[in-house]
């Protein structure tokens, strides 16, 4: 056996590498091309192509090297909380895996139906019950016939009457002779979340009337929670995470004023409040959400005079709704899987990922629901990832994104406040503009794949096939009667699937529409475009026919002709179009293809181009809904 402490060490001998030999070394490769670059050009081709930006606004650098200005995040389980509620977080227990269950008026189905998510892995079940008529407490007794709620805590939620189905809940633990101790439940309170998304009802009533059987909680069963802080409403209607981490803390304000305000303990009142949250497919910014949302509300509830306990955050973290395709949903096992890592690095202390398939099937498949509780299984249990104390802590990226996140959500907190708190900002529309102008930088850096979505708009799967039939967005209510604009649900790939819908509908009556490549000179050359254009309009469902490589145009121009294809792309390196591209475009305007294309921008051939036929020039950075748009419309498909 050697001395190891004999020697120097391998890592000895290497010297080490500063920040500024990095960023000289950087500064190399951005300036390839470039001869003596000026220092402020280089920083301009740095922050162009390696910084980034959220939708939110948020800066996001290559490299972390300290902590910056972000503060030390503290311990585990102590103020303010940044890296757990608790001092073990989830290594003795794992976190709560809560499955959803669609609730229907067959009391005997959805019996069987939480039973079999308990007995295969689920801690919890969230009942949605907003199909069922009635939900009193008969109807919640046969639902849950044989389950045992001191052991397996049935949260509530979308009730058409939710203080109804809330008394009915409380109404079955009473009945079942549950002890104040053993019952841990949330009851889904959330009036604010339902007036918000539907600008409809008296708010001031119905807060009143929930604080009444949160009265009730605190009285009979204090470890139950009657009020839900739903921040997905402004998630799933576009929002980013510094607006839904904004819209949490100031409806959890709201809620403990009214609390506080009808006589209840300040203590008492944060602790009638849990938090569901966004768990999206940016793991790191579901993290840093996450912790971020902690160390914001103990700020609140210090300020408010809440004891140590109370100042914790109870959060429920729930995959993406917004995030899913409708088209290869089987890519939604992906985006699970991450929102569930992000979730539970991130200290979520229950996790629901919805069924992959949910978009086509109200509920999920039984495929679709087994493998929400097994990814989640899995990760837990096979990975270890509940086994690691705030595994993302000292992550300089992720500190100072917490950190970014949390003095965001802090200052736009405060604009709302300013407002007259959250009520009077949704009446005056601040809340609604924020999360609109969210939106529309994302539809944006969606449609120009600055944001790429797998299966939408790169690498879709042509040959999937939806029917228009599909489960719909549910929508929100008439803005055109509403006394507000409420926050409506979008998916992040409605603009782009619509278009595919579109394609979709002519197959029936003409087939699926198809564009024609067109490749010039060696396939080595023109690989590149081959592809960016064949994901390009296979995103809106025109299946794209590849022709041979070739630089004859008059051959181009009869394998175009024999594809059966309405349009058609040129597809070649900015050298092979120099040569060929008009003469090429020319031969193929002969045929007189519904709209010609070229994929790339070449230097100095627009108006040749042009003049040979191109009607567009599709590139990197374009806007892809656009031009399906045209495409489509120019090939009649249905709008």
Known sequence: MTDSSAGPSLADQVPPTTLEQWRAAVDKVLGRGGKDLPPEQLAE??????VTRTVDGLVIQPLYTDLGDAPEPGVPGAAPFTRGATPLAHRSYGWDVRQRVLATDDTAAVARRVLDELERGATSVVLDVSDVAVVDVDYLDAALDGVLLDLAPVVLCNAADERAAATAMLD???????????????????????WVSSATGDIAADL??????????ADDFPKVRAVVVDA????EAGGGD????AYAASAGLQYVRSLAGAGMSVDDAFGQLEFRLAATPDQFLTIAKLRAARRVWQRIASVSGANDEAQTQRQHAVSSAAAASRYDVSVNLLRGTVECFGAGVGGADAVTILPHDEQLVAGGSELGRRMCRNTQLVLIEE??????IDMAGGSWYVEQLTDQLANAAWALMQELEAAGGLVDAVRQGLLQARVDATRARRDLAIATRELPMTGVTEFPNIADAVDNAVVPTAPGADPSTAPFTPLQRHRYADPVEHQRRRADAMVASSGRPKVFLAAVGSTASNAARVSFAKNLFEAGGIEAIVGDSSDDPTAIREAFEASSAALVCICASDPVYADHAVAVATELLSASPARIYLAGRPRGLADDLADAGVDEQIAAGGDIVATLRTALDTIGAPS
């Open 45 to 50: 081709r740095f922050e162009r192509d390696l």
């Open 172 to 194: 079955l633990l009473a009945r079942r002779d549950i002890s104040s101790d053993e019952a841990t439940t949330s009851l889904g309170l959330d009036p604010l979340g339902r």
């Open 208 to 217: 009143s009337a929930s604080v009444a059987i949160a009265q009730r909680c």
């Open 232 to 235: 997905t409403v402004v998630h």
């Open 242 to 245: 510094v607006d839904e981490l």
């Open 383 to 388: 990975s270890n990832l509940a086994k690691v």
